[in-house]
């Protein structure tokens, strides 16, 4: 009996070493596995944010992509080898600071170039441009990106012509929005002894739309986040014409400004905060000009803090 319990503590024995053996035998492949995927391997990151279209070949020299270590295990396959992968190469999005470079990163500069009306970002909207002098045009100051109030000049004359004129003909009402004058007979209600007299204001500026978008400025364009603009000494364009303006608007609304380029606009700039208000056409005629207005002295005037 004695060595049958002997035979089968012997039997335990063994069968414990050879689990010992089993379970180290796993936990040293599980460690060996674990010191190759620590295993410090080389790569290339972002050393900062690279914008959209960067040359490949100024990231390197600019230092913008630089060698680094990572564990092996994180390493994707796809990773460079070298910086010669992206030589003659543009960035096809924006690259954010510490990503690992990898192929299809950097692409041939001809995927990169953007149409045109790929800037129109609503489905909706149409680009469609005018032309204006540096004293129309905000003095040539806008850019892409800028939001502008647009004034045409409404002409007077007409209304002029029926005030003075002596022709039965030209008798009739003429309709100036809230009142009717007719002629020659309210002529002589116009002028005023002593005091202010009556100005006929020839043209009148009226509003035809506020915050517009410029889309472009001569050949600048909005470029979309992370996208460079176009290096000029590398290119042969012309130099920027400030004075054609591209906006970015609803048909409907390149319709107005269309009608309205054959009477010259007048751009005035909007700051970013600004909000499109209620803005009713001058009168054609006036006694009062705003600064002899106890309500409009200056032109930011409040009832709270007067002119300050």
């Given at each position: ?52 279209g960067t040359e490949g070949s100024v990231a390197v020299s ?53 149409s045109f009306r790929e800037r129109l970002k609503n489905k ?185």
């Amino acid at each position: 009996m004695s060595s049958r319990r002997t035979a089968i503590l012997i039997g335990a024995i063994a069968i414990g070493v050879v689990a010992v053996f089993l379970i180290y035998g796993y936990v040293k492949s599980i460690e060996n596995q674990a010191n190759v995927d620590s295993a410090p391997i080389g790569v290339y990151v972002a050393r900062e944010t690279i914008p959209r279209g960067t040359e490949g070949s100024v990231a390197v020299s600019s230092n913008q992509i630089v060698a680094a270590e990572i564990p092996q295990k994180f390493r994707p396959a796809t990773a460079i080898q070298t910086p010669d992968a992206v030589q003659k190469k543009v960035a096809l999005f924006e690259i954010a600071p510490g990503t690992v470079i990898v192929e299809g990163m950097f692409v041939d500069p001809s995927v990169t170039q953007i149409s045109f009306r790929e800037r129109l970002k609503n489905k909706n909207h149409v680009a469609l441009t005018i032309a204006v002098d540096s004293i129309h045009g905000v003095g040539g100051f806008l850019v892409p990106g800028d939001e502008v109030n647009m004034m045409i000049l409404q002409d007077n004359n007409k209304v002029a012509d029926a005030i003075n004129s002596t022709d039965d003909e030209k008798k009739k009402p003429v309709w100036l929005g809230e009142f009717d004058i007719i002629k020659p007979v309210d002529a002589q209600n116009l002028i005023k002894v002593g005091g202010p007299q009556w100005i006929l204001l020839d043209k009148t500026a009226r509003y035809m739309y506020q915050k517009v978008q410029i889309l472009a400025v001569g050949s600048n364009q909005l470029l979309t986040p992370g996208e460079q603009a176009a290096d000029a000494s590398k290119t042969n364009t012309a130099p920027n014409n400030t004075g054609i303006i591209t906006f970015n608007v609803p048909p409907e609304a390149a319709q107005w400004i269309a009608s309205g380029q054959e009477h010259g606009f007048y751009l005035s700039l909007v700051a970013r905060e600004y909000t499109p208000q209620k803005l009713p056409p001058l009168p054609v005629f006036t006694d009062v000009l705003p600064g002899e207005d106890p309500g409009k002295y200056c032109p930011y005037y409040n009832d709270e803090k007067g002119c300050a």
